[in-house]
């Protein structure tokens, strides 16, 4: 399993990045991808998820919710994470992880709390200014 997130950079608050999350070595569409970001000092948070295919589910966390819109193209094998609005507290390093147990995104938090995701790609840095 390979993921590698990237598209991050320095951008505007008020402005918007898209971030892009290639994966190979699984069969991506049956499972869900999860976002997370660590900003300096913090510890490790979920963002956001999107479950397979056929299960059809999103996850966005409260601070995120109407300004981020997760999405996949099954075709590429690529999740991307359109952050619109960006704050200076979204600043962050970002990664995306994915785990052969987790399809659905209905227990994101639980999965988040019991570390559950165990594939994860090298994280894209985003940096929003003032």
């Known amino acids: 399993v390979q993921l590698q997130a990237s598209g991050g950079g320095l951008v505007q608050a008020g402005g918007s990045l898209r971030l892009s999350c290639a994966a190979s070595?699984?069969?991506?569409?049956?499972?869900?991808i999860g976002w997370f970001r660590q900003a300096p000092g913090k510890e490790r948070e979920g963002v956001s998820c999107?479950?397979?295919?056929?299960?059809?589910?999103?996850y966005y966390v409260e601070s995120v919710k109407g300004r981020f819109t997760v999405s996949r193209d099954n075709a590429k094998n690529t999740v991307y994470l359109q952050m619109n609005s960006p704050k200076p507290e979204d600043t962050a390093v970002y990664y995306c992880?994915?785990?052969?147990?987790?399809?659905?995104?209905?227990?994101?938090?639980?999965?988040?709390?019991?570390?559950?995701?165990?594939?994860w790609g090298e994280g894209t840095l985003v940096t929003v200014s003032s």
């Open positions: 992880a994915t785990d052969p147990r987790i399809w659905s995104c209905d227990y994101f938090e639980d999965y988040v709390k019991s570390r559950a995701f165990s594939s």
């Open positions: 070595g699984f069969t991506f569409d049956d499972y869900a």
């Open positions: 999107i479950s397979s295919s056929s299960d059809g589910t999103t």
